[in-house]
């Protein structure tokens, strides 16, 4: 189980031509640990070779615009519970905390609910608590699995594959759509829906009045 955990890691992470390089030695280890069914493992190989096939450009653009494009199937796992509130911050520490007492130190810019980490940690425990690690994950992994599968993405075999470690099992979960990356990222204008009187909303069009003043009082040349 450890080496696949290792090696659905590696799938989960960025092709880079490392990856791509081991993608069949990887395949082969799979195949020799047996930890999962005849069934997820033919995904996987599907995937594999899918990978294998692509360019680099083309096997890194897809993998950008698959997980780093919208939240559903985002693998930072704290994004689906915490998303950007206070409750991150401590949640990060903790499993960094988590981490460190197994002798394990994130690298520079890493994240720890980064999946791909996760799963690296999990491979350093014994098969009973490594389970019961998946398994407290389980329903980040459905909402993960799910949304992949709506976008009819081969790495959907991955996170099957997680869940049947865990002992769990994929099922249906409603996913909504994703919003535009665009409006999730924009801002309001500056002065928009201003209320104020004499003030109009910016898109409209605000006639302009000068007014002569009705006396020199006050005023200084």
């Keep these: 189980m450890a080496m696949t955990l ?13 990856l791509r390089q081991h ?8 195949h020799d640990e047996r930890a999962l069914t005849s069934t997820r493992l033919a995904e ?17 653009a897809d993998y950008v615009q698959l997980f780093d494009s919208g939240r559903r199937t985002s693998l930072h796992l ?16 903790d499993l960094a905390q988590t981490f460190e007492q197994a002798g394990l130190y994130l690298t520079e810019g890493t994240l720890p609910d980064y999946l791909p980490v996760v799963l690296e940690y999990a491979s350093t425990q014994p098969p009973r608590e490594a389970r019961a690690f998946l398994n407290e994950m389980e329903e980040i992994l459905n909402v993960i699995f799910n949304a992949l599968l709506k ?22 979960v409603r996913i909504p759509d994703d919003e535009p990356i665009d409006d999730t990222w924009a801002e309001p204008a500056a002065f928009d829906g201003c209320v104020a009187r004499g003030q109009q909303r910016t ?4 006639p302009i009045h000068i007014v002569r003043p009705t006396s020199t009082q006050g005023v200084r040349t």
Excluded: C, W
């Excluded at 290792?6 to 880079?16: E, H, N, Q, V």
């Design 23 to 30: 993608l069949r030695v990887m395949r082969d280890v799979l």
């Design 44 to 60: 996987l190989d599907a995937l594999i070779a899918s990978i294998d096939r692509q360019t680099d450009i083309d096997a890194e």
């Design 6 to 18: 290792r090696i659905l890691a590696r799938l989960l992470s960025y092709p880079d031509a490392d």
């Design 151 to 172: 976008r009819n993405s081969r790495y959907a075999s991955a996170l099957g594959a997680l869940l049947e470690l865990a002992g769990g099992k994929a099922r249906p």
């Design 203 to 206: 898109h409209t069009t605000q």
């Design 78 to 93: 704290f994004e689906h519970v915490h998303g950007d509130s206070r409750e991150r911050g401590p949640a990060m520490i």
